[in-house]
Structures are given as C-alpha cells and as structure tokens.
C-alpha cells in the first residue's frame, strides 16, 4: 500500500481496473526472506488482539512488531518483525507439508487477524491526497510468487467489498501519516503517541 507524491514512480504498477489473475499456492514466499510486511492501526489491533495482549505496546516489547523510517514520506512505519533463526520468516508462518508430500506456508492470523496487505495480496493501493482519489494495482507478493502466473480470475469490485470497513480504517490511517510527515518526529514520538493504545475497545471508539 502506497502513498502518492512527487517522490513516488507508479507507473511500473499494473493498474487493475476490474478483473486480474492470479492464484496462492501457499508457497510462503511472501512470507519469508526480505519482504516487508507493513501494518495500519487496525492491523496492530487485531493483532494484539489475537494474542490476548491488553495494549499493542506489547507487540514491540515481544519483538513481534518494530518501527521503520520511511525516508520518501518522513514517517515511522509499523512492519512484523521476521525471525531470524535459523531463516528470516514471519512469527505467523505455519509450515505444513500436504498429502502430496509439499510444503505449505500457512498463517496463523488468517483470515480474521491477517494484515490487510497480506489479505489483499497482490492486489496494492495508491492513495492520492492531492486528488483525494485512490487506485488499486497489481503487485507481486513476492519476486518470485509462483500465484502471479496462475489463470484463476477474482474481479476487484467483490475484493474491495470484502474489505471495505478496513480499506476506510487504512485511508484514516494514511491521512493522519500525511499530516504527521510535515515535522521530522522521532520514532519514539510516533510509537508513544501513534502506535501505542489499549485493545479492550472496539476500534471505532478507540480512533474516534
């Protein structure tokens, strides 16, 4: 998920205006290596959440969440925190072999818990402020995702439908990073007073 600006190049980004291929193979691809997996605020609420944790400040002092710069933007970024022994994976990578003897990446968050970029893979967003408009392309989970060469058709009208209270919670999310971004916060400023809240809400109450 992106924010538009003049620093930002989309062009090489396929713009999905209603149908596009593409199948999981549960290869966990996506899921290991150095992909980046940034979250919004409600993705640290489910998160938290889903871990019985009472505030989601719990998921940076458990290692499970840390904070990135976003140099393009001048904002600090939430991303999962991969393991690093003895490969860098997800915590949420589940790995199970199948009947047919291969081995499947399955997540642990999946569905109710899961990231919104995870869920939406590999279908991206471009927010434009300036325009107040947004669109939805395509992006490869991973270099080397095996389910981008797959023939399966999903139309992005019942996608964005699916996902829609969460698509809404992004954008609130992504406007309050571009009223942020005008002043060089430290990443303890963001963490304090942006990522750190109490899970015992329903969201809505908690952004209010």
Not at 35 to 60: G, P, Q, V
Not at 79 to 102: A, G, M, S
Not at 171 to 195: G, H, M, N, P, T
């Amino acid at each position: 998920m992106c924010i538009r600006d003049s620093h930002n190049d989309m062009s090489s980004f396929q713009i999905i205006n209603d149908s596009y291929l593409f199948e999981c193979t549960m290869c966990g691809n996506c899921c290991s290596g150095d992909i980046r997996i940034t979250l919004n605020l409600y993705d640290l609420y489910k998160m938290a959440r889903y871990l019985k944790m009472k505030s989601t400040i719990e998921l940076f002092d458990r290692d499970y969440v840390r904070l990135f710069k976003l140099d393009e933007h001048n904002v600090w970024l939430p991303e999962i925190q991969f393991k690093t022994n003895p490969l860098k994976f997800c915590p949420f990578l589940i790995n199970e072999v199948d009947d047919k003897k291969y081995l499947q990446g399955l997540c642990s968050l999946h569905p109710e818990y899961k990231p919104l970029i995870c869920a939406m893979a590999p279908v991206g967003r471009i927010l434009d402020f300036d325009n107040d408009s947004d669109q939805f392309v395509f992006m490869k989970p991973a270099p080397d995702c095996p389910g981008a060469d797959q023939k399966k058709e999903h139309h992005l009208s019942k996608d964005i439908k699916s996902y829609d209270v969460e698509l809404n919670f992004q954008k609130r999310f992504f406007r309050i990073l571009e009223q942020l971004k005008a002043v060089d916060y430290s990443k303890e400023y963001y963490q304090e007073y942006l990522y750190q809240f109490y899970v015992n809400l329903e969201f809505p109450d908690i952004i209010a």
